[in-house]
Every structure is written in C-alpha cells, then in structure tokens.
C-alpha cells in the first residue's frame, strides 16, 4: 500500500500546473487507491491496454508505473490534456504508456488489445453513440480480452444527483446520462460480453459500480 501510494504522489508531482495538480488530488481522492487496486486486480497481466479518456493520464500512469509489463495506450479527444500526458510521462521515465489524441466514440486505433478501460467515462458519452462504440471495443479485444468500466448507478437518487452536482461543477455545459445498471448490463450483452458487476462503497455519496466485461473466446 505504501509503494502504492508513492506510485501516486510521484505520478502528480510529474505535472507543472499546479491547477492539474490541484485536478489529480481530487481524482484521487473520487477514485481512492484502495478503488485502484480493485479495478487493477482485473487488468491483464501483460499485453496491450487501452485507456478510454484518459485526459491528463493520471491512471495509465499509476496503472504504467504499477504494472511494467503492461503497454498501455491513452485516448482523449483533448490535444492539450495529451501532450501533458506524454511531457509527464517522460518526465517519469515511463516507456510503457503512450497518449494520443482520439474519441471514445469514434475508436480510432489500430492496436490488437488485450484489455481496455473506461473510468467515470461511459455517463459522459451520448447514451445513442455507447453501444457502436461498445462493438468496435468487442472487434479490436482478443479473444477473452477484458473491458473494465467504473461508472455511477442512478440509484439511490441522492447518490445520482450528488454525482450530478459534481460533474457540473466540472463542467457546467456538459451533458451527462447515468445508466440503470441493468439497462447498461444488458447493452454489454448485446454486444458480445460476458459480464458482472458489483458496488464499490465509498465515504462520499458517489453511485460506484463496476463492471467486468470479457470477450467471448470464440468471438
């Protein structure tokens, strides 16, 4: 756990602006280590990871760092936040992540993956636009290959509209759909994947849910 958490300080001391900094803290915080570790025990061992949103690279970073045989590539459709990824990423001396610029929705990478994830992503995507992008994700993982997705259930509604709450104070304008886990279950089906899920309980109100999702062997 110690190891774990100098991973993380290290991580954001990697950042210049103290506003990204500032950003990290309270991501880490939302998402706390021992959150981390539980979506990290489902990472595959080694093999290449895709990091659906990554935005600044916060968690490919802690996942590069805590997992060295692990290739993990980072998406975001936002240049800026990428070239912060990839200057912190060389100031760590990290040569298993690699960041580039992209949308979650329209999937644009060619990598043959073993794994991808998604966390506090898929509620920020168009709910029309989730299940095309659902399918490429199914195309491009490999046989038994895994999709981890860390989302917010819509119940109970006190949790959902302090979840609400924060997300517009990140960004006012920005528009959100939380899915009903099972309408969300069922969509993954649909697609191809094998999946389970269960809460993740919090101090703060937050709707955790974590979904676990493996690519059938023969598909």
């Known amino acids: 756990m110690a190891e774990s958490n100098n991973h993380i300080a290290t991580v954001i001391k990697a950042y210049d602006s103290r506003i990204v900094k500032a950003y990290c803290w309270g991501r880490f915080k939302i998402l706390r280590l021992s959150f981390l570790e539980e979506i990290g025990q489902y990472l595959p061992a080694s093999g290449t990871v895709l990091d659906i ?3 600044f690279g916060l968690f490919s970073l802690y996942y590069a760092k805590r997992f060295p045989d692990l290739n993990i590539l ?3 459709h936002n240049p800026k936040r990428i070239k912060m990824a990839r200057h912190a990423a060389e100031k760590l001396g990290l040569t298993n992540v690699r960041y580039e610029t992209g949308d979650a929705v329209s999937l644009s ?4 993956l073993d794994g991808a994830y998604m966390l506090d992503i898929i509620h920020h995507i168009p709910w029309d636009a989730v299940q095309n992008m659902l399918k490429q994700l199914h195309t491009r993982l490999k046989p038994e290959g895994i999709l981890i997705v860390k989302d917010v259930n819509v119940r109970p509604a006190y949790k959902r509209w ?3 709450i924060m997300d517009k104070l990140m960004d006012l304008k920005g528009r959100v759909h939380y ?3 099972y309408d969300l279950m069922k969509l993954f089906h649909q697609t191809g994947f094998q999946t389970h899920y ?3 309980v919090d101090i703060l109100p937050y709707p955790h849910i974590l979904y676990i999702c493996r690519k059938n062997k023969e598909a």
């Open 179 to 181: 899915w009903d886990q």
């Open 109 to 112: 990478v060619d990598d043959s």
């Open 162 to 164: 302090f979840t609400l």
């Open 198 to 200: 269960h809460s993740m």
């Open 53 to 55: 949103g990554c935005g």
């Open 74 to 76: 980072g998406i975001d």
